[in-house]
């Protein structure tokens, strides 16, 4: 596993965010068989960086398999990032760093929290996480009140935060209509330098988050089935090739479309399985799995996909 501190060049390029495939027995163990197939499949793609968090479903994963997710994260080959996350309640956070100490991961992302807080409460938890355990973190924005319903006040500690180091990158992944026009975002650029800030919502607002924002880098769940086809497209950003970029990125919605309408986790989980790259098993609560109806109609969708990678390695 690469430890190398995380830095700004670190953020540009593409993240995996992968599923956690589990056995079909009793409790559903993690498949760490399975999870070595898929890493392998994402790393032969040509991406690098794997961050664990909601598509793994680690805001219910329990302590003793946080230990063991950490255990096989760290076994991989030196190449490759491996980002776990932490959370989402801060007396959990302190739980998992005795499990994080002996890794030495150069940093870990901070899961989004629904309960009750505020800027200043969530700023003082974040900063004893990291004075205690010597990680830095990723901070998620999922929806604008993370960091309270103060939105400007939440963006100020998240600037004093990456200012400080205890935070050395954001995951932005507020989900806008138009992602061109975003007021929280402007407001966090105006605060951050846009290097710390990585697009975090998977390929469908990657062109214009990287062209008309600068951001230096995106996140991908479906990019877990083609890691090709999203590096293409992150390569294609970075060269301003806009036209070629877009004809990859249109090879991703059908499956982001499906996603997007039952659960971008939950579909994703089944995507990989569908597509034959490991059997990812089943899903522990509390989400469910998707219907008899909706495996039929996403298999070709993920195969289809699956497809589009392997032409790409066999041309």
């Known amino acids: ?69 950490l255990d096989f994260m ?24 005795a499990l994080l ?22 700023e003082f938890g974040a900063r004893e996480f990291v004075d205690k355990s010597g990680v830095p973190l990723i901070l998620y924005l999922k929806d604008e009140p993370n960091f309270g319903t103060d939105l400007d006040a939440g963006l100020d500690a998240v600037a004093r935060m990456v200012a400080d180091k205890y935070c050395v ?27 710390y800030v990585i697009s975090g919502i998977g390929e469908r607002p990657a062109i214009v988050h990287m062209r008309e924002w600068g951001l230096p880098g995106f996140t991908t769940g479906s990019g877990c089935v083609a890691p090709e086809l999203t590096q293409r497209l992150f390569e294609l950003n970075v060269a301003g ?40 098993g089943p899903i522990r609560p509390y989400i469910s799995e998707i219907s008899a109806e909706q495996h039929q109609q996403l298999a070709p969708v993920a195969r289809q996909l699956r497809d589009a990678v392997m032409e790409g390695r066999t041309a």
């Open 101 to 122: 100490k002996p890794h030495r991961f150069p940093t870990v992302m901070m899961l989004p929290c629904a309960d009750p807080r505020d800027a200043k409460g969530l």
């Open 169 to 195: 990158g954001i995951k932005y992944a507020v989900v806008r209509q138009r992602p061109s026009e975003d007021r929280y975002l402007e407001g966090l650029l105006k605060r951050v330098d846009k290097s």
């Open 241 to 280: 090739k806009w036209d070629e970029a877009e004809a990859v990125r249109q090879m991703f919605i059908p499956l982001e479309d499906l996603r997007d309408s039952w659960g971008p986790a939950r579909v994703l989980h089944a995507a990989v399985d569908h597509a034959h790259i490991c059997k990812t």
């Open 74 to 97: 760290s076994g991989v080959p030196d190449n490759l990032l491996m980002i776990p996350s932490v959370g989402p309640s801060f007396g959990r956070m302190l739980d998992q760093i």
């Open 1 to 69: 596993m690469n430890r190398s501190p995380i830095t700004v060049d670190t953020l540009r390029g593409v993240f995996a965010v992968p599923p956690l495939p589990r056995q079909q027995a009793p409790g559903a163990p993690i498949d760490f068989a399975e999870n070595r197939k898929l890493v392998d499949h994402i790393a032969g793609g040509g991406v690098t960086r794997l961050l664990y968090g909601g598509n793994a479903f680690l805001y219910h994963i329990t302590l003793d398999e946080f230990g063991q997710l």
